[in-house]
């Protein structure tokens, strides 16, 4: 029987390809699913479909060309459609041909943000519904304040470290409110505070108290940037205990804490609860959470009920998250922002804020006032003033007088054995390390000598931490060997010395080691030891010592 004549192959590839082809695009990322290993998987997909695949690779997409009849490339693009989108993928950037696509390759849902912000304001206003009414401006101007003229106001903030203030409110500026130039000026109506100021023997505020008490007793909420031991703490812990003590229902009715304190360090929390205590205002319950500390007793504490509640932020995540505190209660929050970020404590300080009523009112502290800061204020403070003391650059205490010695390291531990020696017998140094071994031996060496010592560092107990500092205030030792742990919230007046027996670890901590002396008007000397490992901070540490008229 004779064989049945076959077109010529040339005219069947021709038949195959009369169609224009269809050209579509697909993530380049998925052009190896398509290929497959060898080129396989394209192979298998010609095969099933009687047609030709191109594909022209690009960077971020990849032209497919698909060759043959309009039957064959919708075929063929189908079995495309499936492998891709088997996997989840939804690849298609672009085609020329409109075609069926697979059912399976459902729409992506339309998201309704309006509707979505909406719900969350509902959400937030049922949150903080049936939470009693705050109370924020108590300050009542004195005749001598009121009647400083303008040209008076700008004289005294010059003559008093050179304050600036402004006004962070978007739109119509608010006025600056004059500064209080004697305590009876603000606290006149507050006859237990002046009797406790008394009782201290300050004579008058510090240039940060004169300028931020009226602000604050206006319910204004402000930033305060001013150099260690200027009284920050107390510029706003004063309106703090007025702003507790005047809501219009009583502690007893608040259900929690009425004033938030947030420090980086043990250590600061502990000194903001030392100044609580000792300005102690008409009952005024305060507490101090950290870690490290007894949990059991701060959760009993906190559960029977305090006023203030001063905490490093990990802590009170734990209590918060445990529903051991309320923080709904929280009408007054003050943030005493220094390393807050160096630590990491932005998160934990956000997930604090969940909790807390939106028309609180906001006092935020820092010596410094760098991006992260300034950041960091923006988020949480509403509509606040500023106030700064001096420049907002990095500047030591005026007070210090610094001195820089440049010296081999193996000559460092020599030289400070024959400063030690040279101390007077009622001088009081604080000697900085960069690492905890290193306070340990120095620590050490000191008491093989006979010298008493403590040493303070994050890997001594909470106790013996507490009984190391306990024992520097009180002058049982002279000498504390520490790491910067210590260098903020350390608060210990008749620090006559600061021995820097290695350079910190950025300028910032240096600036805050040399702030532990020459505080509340005191003067102070600090020694600095520079090696060749130091240079690189040379040219900021002559900025602060040019700044300073020390150079």
């Not at 997930?351 to 988020?379: C, E, F, Y």
Request: proline share 5%; aromatic share 6%; with cysteine.
């Amino acid at each position: 029987r004779a064989a049945r004549p076959r077109p010529p192959r040339a005219a069947a590839g021709q038949a195959r390809d009369s169609a224009a082809p269809l050209s579509f695009h697909v993530d380049s990322a998925l052009v190896g699913a398509l290929i497959g290993r060898g080129g396989t998987k394209i192979k298998e997909l010609e095969d099933s479909s009687g047609s030709r695949i191109k594909v022209t690779r690009g960077t971020y997409e990849s032209e497919v060309k698909i060759f043959g009849s309009i039957d064959v490339q919708n075929k063929a693009k189908m079995l495309i459609d499936n492998l891709i989108t088997s996997s989840g993928q939804n690849y298609v950037r672009g085609k020329t041909l409109d075609i069926i696509k697979p059912e399976n390759n459902p729409k992506k849902p339309v998201i309704n943000w309006a509707s979505l912000r909406e719900n969350r304001a509902k959400y937030e206003s049922m949150k903080w519904a049936g939470l009693p009414p705050i109370e924020k401006n108590f300050y009542k101007e004195s005749a001598r304040t009121a009647s400083m003229s303008q040209e008076e106001v700008e004289l005294w903030r010059k003559e008093n470290n050179s304050i600036t203030c402004d006004d962070l409110k978007e739109g119509e500026k608010r006025c600056i409110p004059n500064p209080v130039c004697k305590f009876e000026d603000v606290f006149e109506h507050y006859p237990d505070i002046m009797a406790n100021i008394r009782k201290v023997g300050f004579q008058k505020p510090t240039p940060i108290q004169s300028q931020a008490w009226p602000i604050i007793l206006q319910g204004i909420d402000l930033i305060g940037i001013a150099q260690t031991g200027t009284g920050k703490t107390l510029a706003y812990l004063m309106p703090g205990f007025i702003h507790l003590t005047s809501q219009p229902i009583s502690k007893d009715q608040r259900g929690g804490p009425g004033m938030l304190v947030l420090a980086p360090t043990r250590e600061l929390a502990l000194q903001v609860e030392a100044e609580c205590s000792k300005y102690a205002y008409k009952g005024i319950k305060s507490i101090c959470v950290y870690g490290g500390g007894d949990r059991k007793g701060q959760i009993d504490m906190v559960t029977k009920g305090v006023d203030i509640v001063i905490a490093t932020p990990g802590r009170l995540n734990d209590l918060q998250m445990n529903n051991f505190i309320n923080l709904k209660s929280i009408t007054y929050l003050a943030n005493e922002a220094d390393r807050m970020l160096d630590m990491g404590f932005e998160p934990q300080i956000m997930k604090i804020l969940i909790d807390v009523r939106p028309d609180r009112q906001t006092v935020m502290t820092s010596a410094t006032w760098p991006d992260g800061v300034r950041r960091l204020a923006k988020s949480y403070l509403k509509n606040p003033m500023i106030v700064y003391v001096g420049t907002l650059d990095l500047a030591a205490v005026s007070t210090v007088q610094q001195k820089v010695i440049v010296i081999p390291e193996e000559e460092k531990r020599a030289f400070m054995h024959s400063f030690i020696k040279s101390m007077k017998p009622k001088d009081k140094v604080i000697i900085f390390v960069g690492k905890k071994l290193t306070a340990d031996d120095l620590a050490s060496d000191f008491g093989i000598q006979g010298i008493p010592v403590q040493s303070l560092h994050g890997n001594r107990e909470q106790c013996d931490r507490e009984q190391a500092l306990d024992d520097f205030k009180k002058g049982k030792v002279r000498i504390l060997v520490a790491t910067d742990l210590a260098s903020r919230g350390l608060d210990v007046h008749d620090i006559t010395h600061v021995f820097n027996f290695d350079f910190p670890r950025n300028i910032e901590e240096y600036v805050h080691r040399v702030g532990r002396t020459g505080r509340a008007g005191r003067s102070g000397e600090a020694v600095t030891l520079v090696t060749s490992n130091d240079w690189r901070f040379a040219s900021e540490l002559i900025d602060i010592l040019e700044r300073a008229n020390q150079v």
